[in-house]
């Protein structure tokens, strides 16, 4: 038995511990975690007592009773409660061992470009404290690069724009480092309020995140439709006016509307990126374009809006959702190889 307990404790992972979803890449075995980053937990003799986690957590956000409270720990990519996140972290990783507690693996871990050396330290402390034995953070846009395929060993220029849950990350890279950064607290979770804010100020309905976030989806757009109309759908809230539940059609432009500032935000991220790109690379990304990752990539025409206000060729990554965590799953597999695009300051 103990060989096999010892081989089992040696699984090594990758984490992409995002503001939405955490997912988990475990070496030789692929993604085998993707769940909402919600912990569910209440309060007992001043400690935090943990209820749920993951997908059964993010089923209580906003049914919660009075005792118990559903937070996502990490909020703009960063760690917005350290007790709590380090109980998730530690969480998923029994979760991928099969909960086994004797389980001490080398992790692999995402940070945003523009994370502080105290947001960092933090994401480092609390792999740690959840049962790494080693820890090494890598730079998102870094990760998602190597995810999407980039050649970023080529001494030429790729162009990354990874839109996650909390932040927009924008990075030039070549030869295995980083050229130019930068790290916009806008992405998914700024969508969703935006789209609630411009909801609740039209038309008097309060959606709860949830919702938004569905309708985000279903007819969400980086664009005005054509007939400045286009796909609506239902959608149910509280009426602000006398409190009770109430439905109401929303069209696709009223979407493209509230979506209008937080899409202007990634464009401007972008363009500064590119007035910041030195010649010689700028010319290679006029050649071989901007690849899009992250789940905010799917927001619909917002790669037609890019090429519209950039000039230059924008693809989206084949699976963008996972190619944060694919990309550190590359470097957990072999980390001799990938030691320098690990960050030097973890």
Request: proline share 5%; aromatic share 4%.
């Amino acid at each position: 038995m103990l060989p096999n307990l010892f081989g089992f404790m040696s699984a090594d992972i990758a984490i992409d511990l995002g503001t939405a979803n955490t997912l988990v890449y475990a070496k030789g075995r692929g993604v085998v975690l993707n769940e909402p980053s919600v912990v569910a937990y209440s309060q007992k003799n001043g400690r935090k007592e943990i209820h749920a986690v993951g997908i059964d957590a993010a089923m209580m956000l906003g049914r919660t009773p009075e005792n118990i409270e559903a937070i996502r720990p990490m909020k703009d990519g960063v760690i917005a409660d350290f007790e709590v996140a380090e109980e998730m972290i530690k969480w998923f990783i029994q979760k991928v061992h099969n909960r086994r507690r004797m389980v001490s693996p080398q992790v692999v871990i995402c940070v945003p470009s523009g994370a502080t050396a105290v947001e960092k330290r933090a994401i480092y402390q609390s792999a740690k404290a959840a049962g790494g034995r080693k820890v090494y953070l890598i730079s998102e846009p870094m990760a998602a690069a190597l995810g999407a395929g980039l050649p970023i060993h080529e001494p030429s220029g790729s162009m990354v724009v990874d839109i996650g849950g909390g932040t927009t990350e924008v990075a030039v890279l070549s030869l295995d480092g980083i050229v130019y950064s930068r790290s916009v607290r806008v992405g998914g979770d700024k969508m969703d309020d935006a789209i609630i804010q411009y909801i609740r100020r039209t038309t008097n309905l309060l959606l709860g995140e949830r919702s938004a976030e569905k309708v985000k989806k279903e007819i969400g757009s980086a664009t005005m439709p054509a007939d400045n109309e286009g796909m609506t759908v239902n959608i149910k809230g509280r009426d602000l006016m006398n409190g009770v539940p109430r439905e109401i059609r929303v069209t696709e432009a009223m979407i493209a509307e509230s979506l209008a500032e937080p899409v202007e935000q990634i464009v401007e991220a972008v363009k500064n990126a590119l007035e910041a790109t030195p010649p010689e690379l700028a010319a290679d990304i006029v050649d071989k374009g901007i690849m899009l990752t992250g789940g905010g990539a799917l927001l619909r025409n917002l790669d037609i809006e890019l090429r519209n206000r950039t000039g230059l060729p924008v693809s989206i990554a084949e699976d963008p959702l996972f190619c944060v965590v694919a990309g550190s799953g590359v470097v957990v597999e072999n980390l001799k190889k990938w030691k320098d695009v690990l960050d030097a300051n973890a």
